[in-house]
């Protein structure tokens, strides 16, 4: 099962880069979107990294064929162009209900041997895979962000996953250039089990006023060796996104006490502080560097 032209669902911050590690990995790969504008600021974004990576090359010496990545891909704003995908990757807002609906739609379109895939921070996979009426051809597959640099991939099997279509999976992970790990089906997977948990009590000690944000993140990159503090990162991640995981828990697992909502978190959505995107959450933003 070799996959060859691959699907991304969704062109934000996450749906971009597997988009271009995908091209970059040898796949044809066509990026869909719901609005023109959502396309173009994607395909935007992988424009300007691919021109840094072929800087990087160049400085070193080597060569990246910027041009030759990019011409393996293609966006588009009809979804009939995903039904003949060997693989499709949704990487959409964090809504199961949404994913689920995505998910349904995908199962009645695409070829039936097109694996699909759920780039979801937290929900269960199973519950996507039943939506989508092929649940043996459904895998998590969780990049990281920035999907670029970031080297993990977390390869995800349900209880009714085949077993060469988890294969199939890793090895577009290993294409993608990331080491893959395999997980079960479990909240937050290895990573995000372990890493949202430690964002939020980060975000409550802000809230007490233990520390302030600044402090809080030297904290933990001097005294942890982390490259980003845990505030700094749940901008980075996005407040919409990370409140979306903690709300998700918290209704699934009530008696989970690592599973909390910091209050301030809830209060920045609210007031559209989104975090880098947005170019404001705890800290501002330009572009991708804090101001
Ligand atoms: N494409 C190409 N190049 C890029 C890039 C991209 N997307 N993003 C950054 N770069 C380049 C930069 O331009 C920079 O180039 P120069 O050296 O020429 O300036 C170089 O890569 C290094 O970037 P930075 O200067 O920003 O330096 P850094 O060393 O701080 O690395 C980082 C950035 C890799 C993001 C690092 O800070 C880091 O690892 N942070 C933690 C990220 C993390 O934890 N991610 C996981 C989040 S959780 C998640 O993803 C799961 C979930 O479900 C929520
Ligand atoms: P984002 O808000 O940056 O991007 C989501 C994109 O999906 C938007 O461009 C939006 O227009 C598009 N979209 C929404 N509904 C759609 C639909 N029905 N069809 C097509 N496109 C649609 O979000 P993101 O940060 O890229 O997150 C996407 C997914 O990846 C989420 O499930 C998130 O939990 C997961 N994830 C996020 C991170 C992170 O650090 N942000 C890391 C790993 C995984």
Redesign the pocket.
Known sequence: MSIKKVGVVGCGLMGH?IAQVAAQGGCTVVVFETAEAALAAGLGRIDK?LA??AE?AAEKGGSFDAAGVRARITGTLAKADLADCDLVVEAIVENLDVKKTLFAELGKLCKPETIFASNT?SFPIAAMAEASGRPSRFVGL?F???V???KLVEVVRTDKTDAAVFEAARAFGVACGKTAIACKDTPGFV??RL?VPYMSQALLMLERGDASAEDIDIAMKLGTGY??GPIE?TD??GLD?TLSILEGWVKAHPNEPAFTIPKILASKVAEKKLGRKTGEGFYKWQG?KKA
């Open positions: 880069g990294s840094k990576l990087k921070s969780h990281f962000n920035p670029q640099l970031m990573v995000n890493l490259p980003m990162l980075y991640v996104t991708d």
